[in-house]
């Protein structure tokens, strides 16, 4: 196995986590991003996920906040094993060090 793929259980597990995480979002936002998750919607996700990212650089401005920029990492890496990878580990790190940001 390379670096930058992962196992089935780990994408499972990667897959578990991601909904714990997506579902402390409000849930206007949680539609948007489930729409934008569909296998289909590829065309509109990767560049949403580069808008948000570049909204994220801009969390001194109103209604931007920082929390677009890992918004846009997480939906980019539907698309990138390499970020698919390192969102797993972040997703990971997250669970066990912070359960509570995932509502556990």
Known sequence: MSQSTISPGQEDERERRLQ???ARLPVKIQNYVARLRRPEAKWTRIPAGVLFILGGFLWFLPVLGIWMLPLGLLLLSDDAPLLRR???VI????ERKHPKWMGL
Do not use: Q
Not at 91 to 94: D, N, Q
């Open 91 to 94: 997703l990971e790190w997250i």
């Open 20 to 22: 714990l995480l997506l």
């Open 86 to 88: 390192a969102s797993s």
